[in-house]
Nanobody, 122 residues
Framework: QVQLVESGGGLVQAGGSLRLSCATS????????MAWFRQAPGKEREFVAG???????TYGDSVKGRFTISRDNAKNTVYLEMNGLKPEDTAVYYC????????????????WGQGTQVTVSS
């Protein structure tokens, strides 16, 4: 069982930056694929960024060049550095983990955090 706890959300002006953190329990963090998803009111949960256990990263088209995912296996933590924030980035951001497959599809991820709110004002 893996528990995920996100932190770092908040209110920021357009053009600003935030760094989200996701602390995980368990001793096998380095073997998990990690990802960030987000969900805005009335919209589907969408893939934001992913970090595979073997070192690959991938990003959703809407955040490429602005967001960076990283992980610290020694701290069992994954991060999402968000720069150049836009009002359309406003959403609840969720951390997710799986050990089954490397994918941007949310159905692959079987562990989820509770989410952290990010609000970007114009």
């Amino acid at each position: 069982q893996v528990q995920l706890v996100e932190s770092g959300g908040g209110l920021v002006q357009a053009g600003g930056s935030l760094r989200l953190s996701c602390a995980t329990s368990g001793r096998t963090f380095s073997s998990y694929n990690m990802a960030w998803f987000r969900q805005a009111p009335g919209k589907e949960r969408e893939f934001v960024a992913g970090s595979s256990w073997f070192g690959s990263t991938t990003y959703g088209d809407s955040v490429k060049g602005r967001f960076t995912i990283s992980r610290d296996n020694a701290k069992n933590t994954v991060y999402l550095e968000m720069n150049g924030l836009k009002p359309e980035d406003t959403a609840v951001y969720y951390c997710a983990a799986n050990s089954a497959g490397w994918s941007s599809g949310k159905s692959v991820y079987n562990y989820w955090g509770q989410g952290t709110q990010v609000t970007v004002s114009s």
